[in-house]
């Protein structure tokens, strides 16, 4: 066996690493970069090895992985999960820092690069909780992984942040001796500048930002890089992908019920669901129904079995206080937003194979059956609560519907829950002085019975359960991260029941006034929706070993999906399906500020249709700022200019342009293609993007595969830029034909845009295919496997009638919009006669706005916001010190507001400010 290895190539360091430490006789050859070692590849490809039998390995990976076998030691899944990520994550990231580092000389720049890679590292070395990344020896993923990171984390002159997990588990790696020798080897002690010369020889990487959970770079001049880098073979191998023409595609239509099926890839998709008490609001949508249908559709033109469910969550306080609030019955409350629910998901085309609602008899008869399973099993415990009562409501108050003066530092303002003043966690029974926030009266202090989910009893099962899904699914990493830190401060009983009436009755004739928490009641809605929609609701909820379950939400549910509801499933002992994919998306905010349900701040479903402005056109926008990995917000103005770029300028310009020039200069037909090398580049690079949309797709990164979409129409307008075909179609024949390829392969590349855009903007799709007369079996084709972007018009198919796919948004029209809907919830209309009552914040602001400057009302917002921000840290559990930080700007916001009011910032008597 021979290895040929080159100085100065940091693929070289891993292989040899690998080679010492495995100790396999093998000859190693050292020649320069440039030699072309495997002869049947057109460029040279090092690190190879020519094997006993006569053939040759020249991926690095492949190379590792091959000594480590040879040597008995064969790499698991969890190791080839590794080699997976360092492929396709870590070395595309490293070879662009390194790049940056050594080429460009922005040493800078690295940390940014690595960030991401680094961060999921630490996370899951810390979750691992073993010295190496599988277990308890040096295995191949560990050579492979360090190899790759050591040229950067190696070199004391970057600083790339904290990642204590990665430093010890790279420290000990770097200390094995075959380590150092590679190391010594490839880098001759020269360190970074012992790679320029390999590196200078390398072309320009793809933008691989797009591949790990960084945000897309839809830098044009990034994608032109990629075409210029596109190999011999990479060309050819397109060219006779595309001349493979369409494949017949098998029936799609659906066919109700949908049920799992033997041999298929079945998914079942939740999306979390919406209170029913208000109208859903622009980061509801994008934080769950929008994500989730993207992804059906997504699934079902892949030709998964998918079912789609979601409906409104109706039971529970808020509902009880809205019908107060509007002089109906909590029944009617459910059934006039149910209804508004609905038509705004219908008008944003969410496809849901069923939309239901938890107030239903399959709700009572499904959640009580899991209660006395856990009953049954043991895992249900009794304690008594103190809780304040209102007699004069005749209801226990909820922490946020009691307020009172601080036990501790006599703020008159503190709320059942917390004290805004000292930031301490309060007891509700501990206020001096509660009042009832509907009715102002004083409520009394009554014990009350209630049930607790043991959970610490069912801390093992669940982890073991945890272990496997995450690490087998798609977990995002806000999803694992809160999960961990729920684990790690320890869990404790969770209180199921509630003194209230509207909710699913508790079965237990001692707690039979009482009802389910809304949290144990409103994931159980996943299961008694299915089941109002197909009496074989079991087979998707009771099958995990046909089924895959995908949940969509924001980062606020993880919780209650990662660790209470898999509890209350497990505790039941029924084989239910529990989540593989945990999909939760950060917050979406409204320009500089928070979506706010009760303070009516942003855009609500209802009013988006009445902008004029394409449903399509929002799901484009919010898919695009869909908060992937941190907060992101909805901005007017950033809207108009991505419809005006993105969409009229970019996409929409090519799809028109391409079907113009069919129709223009061809009569309607598509022209004779022949292609040549620029155009087979085209090919590449385009199949190159759509493979990308495809990784990034089957990973649920929503919004980063659709840059990709958008980086093909690119490369399209740029191919018709550069080739004129309306000069050429008026030259000599030659020429003409020069034009009809260019045509012919632009309006292919539209077609193949309408494929990849169906999940994201069905109408648009489904219109672009129409005008290109395309044939269903498109959609089928280009996505199968890895995705294959095939010739789907061939030359002499007569297009339709080609026409403009957007519209300018214009400054003044954006402007009037925002003023229009950019700031309050218009009332929807009651059908009592009783006025609406304004939710309390809602007044506190009111009352700022009536009698105070422009600052008072700022301030009264960030004030608002940054409670809001406390109080989600805390139901979080984040760290002390974190928290202790927010109270203390809130605290700052509260004096800079009183100042701003005209008032003693010191706390005013309660008598005082009532007034
Ligand atoms: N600002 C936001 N950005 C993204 N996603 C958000 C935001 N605010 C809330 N959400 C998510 O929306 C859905 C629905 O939220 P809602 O408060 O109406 O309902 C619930 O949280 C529960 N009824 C869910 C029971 S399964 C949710 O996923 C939020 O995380």
Redesign the pocket.
């Known amino acids: 066996m021979k290895l040929f290895v080159s100085e100065g190539n940091p693929h070289c360091l891993k292989v040899l690493a690998a080679l010492e430490l495995t100790a396999v006789k093998c000859d190693v050859q050292y020649v320069n970069h440039e030699d072309k070692v495997v002869q049947f590849l057109s460029h040279p490809a090092l690190p190879a090895v020519l094997l006993p039998n006569g053939q040759q390995l020249f991926s690095a990976n492949a190379i590792c992985r091959y000594l480590f076998e040879v040597s008995g030691q064969n790499c698991n899944d969890h190791c080839n999960q590794w080699l997976e990520w360092e492929v396709t994550v870590l070395q595309p990231a490293l070879l662009r820092a390194l790049r940056t580092a050594v080429l460009q000389g922005k040493g800078s720049d690295v940390s940014q690069i690595l960030q991401s890679p680094l961060n999921f590292l630490d996370q899951s070395l810390l979750k691992g909780s073993k010295p190496y990344l599988t277990g308890e020896a040096v295995s191949v993923a560990d050579v492979v992984l360090w190899a790759t990171l050591h040229p950067i984390l190696s070199d004391s002159s970057f600083t790339i942040g904290e990642h204590p997990s990665v430093k010890a588990w790279f420290d000990q790696v770097a200390a094995v001796h075959s380590c150092q020798s590679a190391v010594q080897k490839v880098l001759q002690g020269k360190g970074l500048q012992a790679m320029k010369s390999y590196m200078q020889r390398q072309p320009a990487p793809p933008n691989s930002q797009c591949r790990d959970a960084q945000p897309c770079n839809n830098n044009p001049a990034e994608s032109e890089e990629r075409q210029h880098s596109v190999s011999e073979e990479e060309c050819e191998e397109a060219a006779l992908t595309w001349s493979k023409g369409l494949s017949s595609c098998p029936a799609t239509d659906k066919q109700h019920p949908i049920l799992p099926q033997e041999g298929k890839r079945n998914v079942l998709v939740t ?5 029913v008490n ?1 109208v ?2 622009l ?2 949508i ?3 129904v929008l994500s989730a249908d993207v992804f059906s559709r997504y699934g079902r033109l892949r030709g998964w079995n998918m079912l789609f469910v979601c409906g409104t ?1 109706e039971y529970g306080t808020a509902t009880e206080n809205k019908a107060r609030e509007e002089g109906l019955t909590p029944q009617q409350i459910c059934d006039k937003y149910h209804a508004v629910h609905s038509s705004i998901y219908s008008w944003f085309q969410i496809d849901f194979d069923f939309f239901g609602r938890t107030t239903t008899e399959k709700q009572t008869e499904i959640a009580q059956n899991i209660f006395w399973r856990l009953h049954e099993h043991g895992y249900l415990v009794e304690d008594t609560v103190e809780q304040l009562r209102c007699e004069n409501c005749q209801r226990f108050l909820a922490d946020r519907f009691v307020e009172g003066t601080c036990p501790h530092c006599s703020y008159p303002e503190a709320r059942g829950d917390q004290c805004d003043k000292c930031g301490r966690l309060i007891n509700a029974v501990e206020l001096r002085d509660p009042q009832c926030k509907v009715c102002r009266q004083t409520p009394v202090i009554r014990s009350s019975k209630h049930l607790f989910l043991d959970l610490p009893k069912l801390e093992s099962q669940l982890e073991q359960w945890l272990e496997k899904s995450t690490s087998t699914g798609d977990w995002t990493t806000n999803a694992k991260q809160i999960t961990h830190s729920w684990i790690r401060d320890g869990l404790k009983p969770r209180c199921i029941t509630r003194d209230l009436h509207w909710g699913t009755p508790v079965p237990h004739p001692d707690f039979k006034e009482k009802v389910f928490y ?2 144990f009641d ?2 159980i ?1 996943y299961l008694s929706i299915t089941a109002n929609y197909t009496n074989e609701w079991e087979k998707w909820w009771k099958n995990p070993q046909q089924v895959e379950l995908y949940n ?6 993880v919780p ?2 990662s660790v209470v509801f898999p509890c209350s499933l497990l505790g039941a002992q029924d084989n239910y399906t529990l989540v593989n994919h945990l999909v939760a ?5 409204y320009e500089d500020t ?2 706010s ?1 009760s303070r009516g701040i942003g855009v609500f479903g209802d009013m988006a249709k009445d902008t004029g402005i394409p449903s399509d056109v929002w799901r484009f926008y919010l898919l695009y700022v869909r ?1 992937e990995g941190q907060d992101s917000a909805f901005s007017w103005a950033d809207m108009a200019m991505k419809n005006n770029s993105e969409l009229l300028n970019n996409l929409g310009n090519f799809i028109n342009r391409a079907g113009m020039f069919v129709t223009k200069f061809f009569e309607g037909c598509v022209p004779v293609m022949e292609l040549q090398r620029e155009d087979k580049e085209l090919l590449a690079v385009v199949g190159w993007e759509l493979q990308q949309y495809i990784q990034l797709m089957d990973k649920v990164k929503i919004r980063d595969a659709l840059k990709h979409i958008l980086n093909i129409s690119r490369h399209g307008n740029q191919y018709i830029q550069v080739n004129q075909p309306w000069k050429k179609i008026k030259g000599e024949e030659s020429e003409r034909l020069r034009a009809g390829t260019v045509t012919g392969v632009a309006v292919n590349i539209a077609c193949l845009l309408s494929v990849m855009l169906s999940p994201y903007m069905p109408l648009v799709s489904q219109t672009i295919r129409d005008q290109l007369n395309a044939p269903q079996s498109c959609i089928y084709t280009m996505l199968q496997g890895g995705g294959t972007f095939v010739c789907s018009l061939s030359a002499g198919h007569r297009i339709g009638t080609v026409s403009p796919l957007f519209q300018k948004l214009e400054a003044e029209q954006i402007e009037a919009l925002k003023k229009r809907f950019g700031g309050q919830q218009a009332p929807l209309q009651s059908t009592s006669s009783t006025p609406a009552a304004a939710p309390v914040a809602a007044i506190k602001v009111a009352a700022v706005e009536g009698g105070h400057s422009e600052k008072a009302e700022q301030l009264a917002k960030a004030l608002a916001e940054q409670g809001d921000k406390v109080r989600a840290l805390k139901a979080q559990k984040a760290e002390k010190d974190v928290i202790a930080a927010e109270v203390s700007k809130l605290l700052e916001l509260k004096t800079q507001l009183a100042v701003a009011e005209g008032k003693n910032p010191e706390p005013t008597s309660k008598k005082g400010k009532k007034k």
């Open positions: 999306s979390a669901l919406p209170y208000n859903p609001h980061g509801n994008i934080g769950c969550d809304v949290w409103a994931p809605g969509f939400m924001a980062k606020d549910n209650f999906h998306t950060e917050y979406l905010n928070k979506f349900k908060p």
